[in-house]
C-alpha cells in the first residue's frame, strides 16, 4: 500500500508545476460537460416542436441554438484537449531528461544486467504509455465524474425512479471494471516486456548487421523478430 502512496505522490509532484494550467482545464471540462447535456435536452425540445407543436418558427431558433452549441462544444473540446496534452507532453519531457540523467549516474554494472533495448523502450513506449494516461487517461476520468454528477442530478429532475434505477447498476460496474482492470494491468506488463525484447532484438541485429551477413543468417533474425513482433501484437490485441 505503501507502494502505492509513493508511486501516486511522486505522479503528483509532476503535476505541481503546472496545477494552474490543470485548473484552467479543469473549469473548461465543466464547461464542455454542460455543453454536452445542453445538446440532447435541445434535440429533445426540436422533436417535441416538431411532433407535438408543429411549431416552424420555433423550430428555426431552436435549430440555429443547437448550430450554436455544437460550435461552442467543438471550441471548449479543442481548447480542453489542447491543455491536457500541453500539460501530458510536458510532463514527459521532465521525465526523460531525469531518466537521462539517471542513467549518466548508474553504474557499469547496471548496464551489464540491463539491455539497451528495454532501456530503450522504457524511455519511449512507456513514457509514451504515462503520456496516454495523463491526456486520456485522467482527464476522461475526470470528464466521466462530472457527467455522472451532472447527469444523475438531471435524472432525478426528471424522473427520480428511473434515476434510482440506473444508479443501482454503478456498484456492478465499478465490481467490473475492477477486474478486467487487474487482467488488463499483467497484459500490460507483458506488453512493455515484449516491446523491450523487440527493441532489444532490433538495437543488436542492426548493430551487428556485418555479422550478420558474414554468417549469413539473415533469415534467422528475420523469423527471430517476426516471432517478437506477433508476441507484442497478440499480446495488445
Known sequence: MKGKEGIVRRFLSYLRPYWKLLIVGQIIMLISVGLSMIFPWVVKDIFDTII?????????SLIIGLFIVFILQGIVSFLRNYLFSYVG???IMDMRNEIYQ??????????????TGDLV????????LIQVTITKGIAGLLRQLFVLIIGTGILFYLDWKLAL???????????????????IKRISHRVQKELGFLTNFLQQTLTGISIIRSFVIEKYVIDEFKNHNKSVFENTI
Open 165 to 183: 434505477t440506473i444508479l443501482v447498476t454503478i456498484p456492478l460496474i465499478v465490481l467490473l471494471g475492477e477486474k478486467l482492470g487487474k487482467k
Open 121 to 128: 523502450s522504457r524511455m519511449s513506449n512507456d513514457l509514451n
Open 102 to 115: 539517471k542513467l549518466q549516474e548508474l553504474s557499469l554494472s547496471f548496464f551489464e544486467t540491463n539491455t
Open 52 to 60: 407535438r407543436e408543429g411549431n416552424i418558427t420555433s423550430l428555426k
Open 89 to 91: 507532453q510536458n510532463i
